[in-house]
């Protein structure tokens, strides 16, 4: 750690010689790097408000502001993304935004002059960022870091990591806006003079930007798990110096698979944004076990995994939910989540035991299992499928490969215990982050649009049945007194079901006749009828059930100009 350099010291004076920040074909060294954080601070200088929400999609730009607000004593609040919906949350939160916000708070000057043509170190104590969690079971929750956290976490990685690592790039997969990236892509390369590289998002450009250099990967499973292998990832071997993974398990296969394909064992990471870092893996074994962080104490209090170190807010152990045993070498191991148990009329269930049920079938290669609330509570289960396996592509043979996964579980589990739904997927939806989120499980099974069970199809005529399901996601807010199929889904669907059987022209023109005459409802049997008049360019449809006629109308459409 000869090179090594305290948080609180990055920016405080320029040193020429140490070319560590690299953004997109130009680099910069350290002086260049030094002067954007004077002229950033400068600029928050000149602003009011103590708390400035940062997002940045370039990295070292994202380092310079950072250091700049930091060094102006500022307290930075990183979201997850710049979307117009995030900002407006934070408006009541924030006193400005800086970087690639819509509306950007901030014009940076030219160039730092007099008392901002300088910055001191900073204090560890009062230098603070706020952070996010990924959000995986709800809205995501602001955690407070201090930069006396950040530092003390950067020296354990160093200290535990950082061995042959030298002065290789950092390149990586994911986001420098969560607590993960903002560690391994930002602050710890800042303190061991390493070169950050922007963001790689697909497998194509990541090897390319590797390639002919000394590197270090920063990614998640969902990117490790996906990587293909056709392409020349042996032109890494023997420079590719270290692989990382965290924010989610990685899997032992997925594991095995990249470092056969990288030609190095991946280290995982456990922690979380409350935590810090944790513990840490390398996968040159079968089933590695996990190795606390230096300065990191850790116990097993009534089976479940309890810690306490530098990185936590508080001196207090902190308890998770990870159930775990201790390793015969100092370490320990996992043993699954323990707020994974749920109850099924009256029944527990635990989601995880399920899950590893589900993945020995060999159609599967993942599978997520959650509870749905509500008046229909059950269980549900997301599978992807097994390579080489297709995802099932109508309702008879996903009625097939659901029964056939129920009897696989009817060994261990009864009815009760079962899965009732089921979706197919080819892998796992993931957010930005690689994590596999509840929310977009959850959304598996809200479709917008019912399954159409087709009674006619002719060339120029079909007719569909529609059954409307109460979890249908158009029916949220649709109306406050009573759910009701809104009419833009009617017109939506028509069109939809109506590309799936007639050769349309892509473009909208306008809308003739539309009618809504009655009201459709949750559990209603709605039958779609449309025409397709080629001559006319127009579709006609019509709505009706046993209660009488719902909707209809015509569109009609043009050839792209």
């Not at 970087?99 to 901002?116: I, K, Y």
Request: charged content about 25%; proline content about 6%; overall charge negative.
């Amino acid at each position: 750690m000869a090179d090594w350099c305290a948080l609180a010291d990055v920016a405080v004076r320029a040193l020429p010689d140490r070319a560590f920040v690299s953004a997109g074909a130009a680099s910069a060294d350290h002086a260049a790097f030094h002067h954007e954080v004077l002229r950033w601070q400068a600029g928050f200088r000149a602003r009011a408000g103590d708390t400035w929400a940062l997002h940045f999609d370039d990295a070292a730009r994202f380092a310079a502001a950072l250091y700049g607000a930091w060094h102006a004593g500022k307290t930075v609040v990183l979201p997850g993304d710049a979307l117009a919906g995030t900002q407006a949350r934070l408006r009541a939160q924030v006193d400005g935004f800086a970087g690639d916000w819509q509306q950007s708070d901030l014009p940076l000057p030219e160039q730092a002059t007099g008392a901002h043509a300088r910055a001191l170190p900073l204090d560890v104590d009062a230098t603070r960022l706020i952070v996010f969690t990924s959000g995986s079971t709800g809205e995501p929750v602001a955690i407070q870091k201090r930069l006396r956290q950040l530092d003390a976490e950067v020296h354990a990685l160093e200290s535990a990591l950082g061995e042959g690592l030298e002065d290789a790039a950092v390149h990586g997969t994911v986001s420098h806006q969560h607590i993960y990236g903002l560690l391994f892509r930002v602050l710890w390369p800042l303190a061991a003079g390493r070169a950050i590289v922007p963001r790689a998002f697909f497998p194509e450009d990541l090897l390319a930007a590797m390639e002919g250099q000394d590197a270090v990967l920063v990614a998640s499973p969902a990117h490790l798990k996906r990587l293909p292998a056709q392409l020349s990832w042996a032109s890494l071997h023997g420079r590719l110096r270290a692989v990382f993974s965290s924010g989610g398990a990685l899997p032992a296969d997925a594991a095995h698979d990249t470092a056969r394909l990288l030609g190095v064992p991946p280290t995982e990471i456990l922690g979380s944004s409350e935590t810090g870092g944790i513990a840490w893996r390398r996968w040159d074994t079968e089933q590695p076990a996990w190795t606390p962080l230096p300065g990191v104490d850790w116990r097993v209090h009534d089976g479940v995994l309890e810690v306490q170190s530098p990185h936590l807010a508080e001196a207090a152990w902190w308890r998770s939910q990870d159930r775990a045993e201790p390793d015969d070498r100092g370490g320990f191991r996992l043993l699954g989540r323990a707020d994974r148990i749920v109850k099924v009329e009256e029944r527990r269930v635990s989601l995880e035991a399920l899950e590893r049920q589900i993945q020995a079938h060999p159609s599967v290669k993942e599978a997520r299992v959650l509870l749905l609330g509500g008046a229909r509570s059950a269980l549900a289960a997301v599978v992807a499928m097994a390579d080489g396996v297709p995802v099932p592509a109508d309702a008879a043979a996903r009625r097939t490969l659901s029964q056939a996964l129920s009897r696989h579980l009817a060994g261990t589990q009864d009815a009760v215990t079962r899965p009732r739904r089921w979706r197919f997927v080819a892998s796992l939806p993931s957010n930005a982050q690689g994590k596999v989120t509840e929310t977009a499980l959850t959304a598996l099974f809200r479709p917008e649009r019912p399954e159409a069970h087709w009674t006619l199809r002719e060339a120029d005529r079909a007719q569909a049945e529609l059954l409307l399901d109460a979890s249908l996601a158009v029916f949220d807010g649709h109306f406050a007194q009573a759910a009701v199929l809104p009419g833009v889904a009617q017109l939506d669907w028509a069109v939809q079901l109506a590309r799936e059987v007639f050769a349309m022209p892509p473009r909208f023109l306008r809308m003739e006749a539309l009618k809504f005459q009655r009201v459709a409802r949750p559990g209603d049997l709605i039958r779609l009828e449309i025409e397709w008049r080629a001559d006319r360019s127009t579709l006609v449809f019509r709505y009706t059930s046993v209660h009488g006629p719902h909707a209809s109308g015509r569109v009609v459409f043009a050839d792209d100009e």
